[in-house]
């Protein structure tokens, strides 16, 4: 059913690259989730955005509500931030539709 | 209040067991959410409560799961008869009051293995 599609599934760079994941929806929403989830670890939750923009330390995350699309920036990356990255949308209901997360690898 | 609590961690059942999982969310959170997620895919809505009403359910949520709120603040996770195919983490979430999506908060899940 895919309503909710990340890219790329899988991405390995060097510390400190920019990076840049993608997340596209074809429902309509009403809040779009970017969540983080580590290795054995629980999701812990970056951003609920409905519009425009929003920064917390070197993660930015944006999103076009005209686009159905949203994306999820890591400046100056460091190892640490190796996870997989979730994008989560909920509709009219109270359910959350998941996209299958993007696999990060930063290496040192 | 350290956040959303599970437990158990870890579950290892036999085939044709029963299994109860807890949540226990942040204190002043009313609403609290079960996720199933299978290896090297996206949590699968099962089952919504505000305080202690079930408000959703997943068809996923087949007759042999069932889960409770029975006071509106920790809440069960049953499964009767588990099978090969249950084997996941079952992750909890909670979120306050007011708009639906701010405080989402989710605990570590409970990774249930069926053999």
């Known amino acids: 059913k895919n309503e909710v599609q990340q890219s790329p599934q899988n991405l390995t760079a060097q510390e400190g690259e920019f990076i840049t994941i993608n997340c596209s929806y074809s429902?309509?929403?009403?809040?779009l989730h970017w969540l983080q989830q580590h290795p054995g670890g629980g999701i812990v939750s970056l951003f609920m955005?409905?519009?425009?923009?929003k920064k917390h330390g070197r993660l930015i995350a944006t999103i076009n509500i005209q686009e159905k699309h949203s994306s999820l920036h890591i400046t100056a990356s460091h190892p640490r931030d190796s996870a997989v990255y979730i994008c989560?949308?909920?509709?009219?209901?109270?359910?959350?539709?998941w996209g299958a997360g993007t696999k990060l690898i930063i290496k040192p | 209040d350290t956040g959303v609590s599970q437990d158990p961690r870890h579950k290892i059942t036999k085939r044709g067991q029963n299994v109860t999982f807890r949540c226990d969310p942040i204190?002043?959170?009313?609403?609290l959410y079960w996720y199933r997620q299978t290896l090297g895919q996206g949590p699968e809505f099962l089952t919504y409560?505000?305080?202690?009403?079930?408000?959703?359910k997943s068809r996923l949520l087949s007759d042999r799961f069932s889960a409770e709120r029975p006071k509106g603040s920790f809440s069960t996770l049953e499964i009767q008869r588990t099978e090969q195919g249950d084997s996941a983490m079952y992750l909890c979430?909670?979120?306050?009051?007011?708009?639906?999506?701010?405080?989402?908060?989710f605990g570590s899940g409970t990774r249930l293995t069926v053999v």
């Open positions: 409560f505000q305080n202690e009403a079930q408000l959703e």
């Open positions: 955005l409905s519009s425009g923009k």
């Open positions: 989560a949308v909920r509709g009219s209901n109270y359910q959350l539709i």
């Open positions: 429902v309509g929403i009403s809040a």
């Open positions: 204190s002043e959170h009313n609403r």
């Open positions: 979430a909670s979120s306050p009051p007011g708009e639906v999506d701010y405080g989402y908060t």
